[in-house]
């Protein structure tokens, strides 16, 4: 049973919305099984089946979560399946509702990272991981014209992102750095009323004519539970708080702050909070920390990583699974290095997942007062523009090591810029690129199919050039 309240009213006598704690599992596993194709992917699968086929929430009700998840830190899929999962069935289906979503993604990444591991050195794997780079790089700057189109409406959001842009590619400022300075400029232009800092676009959730709150199972009052409620915000956030950094915290103790898993524990510990942007921008930190300053992947490794995500159901921010994985394998200590490799990817996976439910089950009951909030729109405004310029520094790095098999690192005092040998440039890396480009760009072929065609191209690209 579930209790609900109108605004501004007493507590209503309890009602049933009817849906059982075991029809919504059975649910969420299918959202679950179908999130291919990134965090908007995601999101209109959610969209199609809680809201259009199920009816259990309203159109307002769900762009109302979903626009509360894109200002927090970390993949907003997952923060939205917890979120009405939380709404419907209280903290036990947020909990399993945030479980499932990652669930089908983390046993696949987990296989392919097997078979990465053991039998990447063969020819149809190689071919494999070798087509599947060039459909990759299309995706990203697939995702460098979507975002651009709906974030840099004006003089201003196109100057952020430039900004952004220079600052991380050519001086390789932190990402964090980043997006606060972003943040804090649109928070002050927000806070002053500034129209050039409104929140514009978003996610499409569907077409058609869109359900009412009151014409869905929940209704258009508030369930009872889902009122602020500090002793219980604070009582949970503080146990899965305890859940996600007593592991760290006993890492760094018993195995020292230089030990792989340590520092993977504390490394992604860190991206959980700082990433804002989605999980384009947060691949070009992650990119940016593990191949060029940890060492853990060379640069195609990570363009695997990431074709392994984009094939798979679940969160592409899973890659990091992958990033984690490697680095423990190469560096098991005491350990057998598939065992290694497991408990890392394990880690990885609970300290970059376990924060979402923190910070839904912390803000969702407050997030009314929210709502029309200027200076957070402006802030989450600016967040979003100069998170297009990261993904183009994405998008740039990707290309000069996916089309050229030569790139040098040139250091002009505090600039740095990365130069390609143009004679090294890889044929077959750039036809299928923009075989990749025309299918995604041009013929709107979606991504998984593109991404097979891709793999296949390479796989007999690779083997005739073995006859």
């Not at 697939?142 to 840099?152: K, T």
């Not at 009151?214 to 956030?237: C, Q, R, V, Y």
Request: hydrophobic share 60%; aromatic share 12%; proline share 4%.
């Amino acid at each position: 049973m579930t209790e609900f309240v109108k605004e501004g009213s007493a507590p209503a006598s309890a009602t049933s919305h009817g849906v059982s704690l075991a029809e919504a599992t059975k649910v969420w596993a299918r959202v679950a099984a179908l999130s291919f194709g990134g965090p908007a992917g995601q999101i209109a699968v959610m969209h199609r089946i809680v809201v259009d086929e199920k009816r259990w929430i309203g159109e307002h009700r769900f762009l109302h979560a979903l626009s509360y998840c894109m200002l927090l830190p970390g993949p907003e899929a997952h923060q939205l399946a917890i979120y009405i999962g939380w709404l419907m069935h209280r903290t036990v289906g947020g909990l399993i509702a945030g479980v499932f979503f990652v669930l089908p993604g983390f046993v696949s990444i987990l296989v392919l990272s097997y078979i990465y591991a053991a039998f990447g050195n063969v020819t149809f794997i190689e071919g494999l991981f070798f087509g599947l780079k060039a459909a990759v790089l299309a995706v990203v700057l697939q995702a460098v014209f979507r975002i651009g189109s709906r974030a840099l409406k004006n003089g201003v959001m196109l100057a952020i992102a430039g900004i952004a842009f220079v600052a991380i590619f050519f001086f390789r400022v932190p990402f964090p750095l980043i997006i606060l300075a972003a943040a804090l400029v649109g928070f002050l232009a927000g806070r002053s009323g500034s129209a050039l800092f409104k929140l514009g676009g978003g996610h499409k959730a569907g077409a058609g004519a869109a359900l009412d709150d009151k014409d869905s199972l929940l209704g258009e009052g508030t369930p009872f539970h889902a009122h602020p409620n500090l002793t219980w915000s604070m009582k949970i956030s503080a146990i899965l708080v305890a859940l996600w950094l007593l592991p760290v915290a006993t890492l760094l103790i018993t195995l020292g702050a230089d030990n792989v898993f340590s520092r993977i524990a504390v490394f992604f510990s860190q991206m959980a909070v700082v990433t804002f942007g989605g999980a384009y921008a947060v691949l070009a930190y992650v990119a940016q920390e593990a191949v060029q300053n940890f060492g853990w992947l060379k640069p195609g490794e990570m363009l695997d990583g990431l074709g392994m995500a984009e094939t798979t159901p679940g969160p592409l921010i899973m890659v990091v699974q992958f990033v984690g994985f490697m680095a423990a394998f190469r560096e098991p200590g005491a350990l057998n290095p598939m065992t290694a490799a497991t408990f890392a990817a394990i880690l990885t996976t609970w300290v970059t997942f376990l924060p979402s439910f923190v910070w839904i089950f912390l803000g969702a009951p407050f997030i009314e007062k929210m709502r029309g909030n200027l200076a957070l729109t402006g802030a989450m405004s600016a967040i979003t523009a100069a998170v297009v310029g990261v993904i183009l520094n994405l998008a740039i790095w990707l290309a000069l090591h996916v089309l050229f098999r030569q790139v040098d690192e040139h250091v002009f005092g505090p600039l740095v810029v990365e130069v390609p040998e143009f004679f090294s440039i890889d044929t077959a890396s750039l036809v299928l690129t923009v075989a990749a480009v025309i299918l995604l760009l041009r013929a709107k072929i979606s991504v998984v199919p593109t991404l097979g065609l891709c793999a296949l191209g390479g796989i007999l690209w690779t083997l005739g050039s073995t006859i």
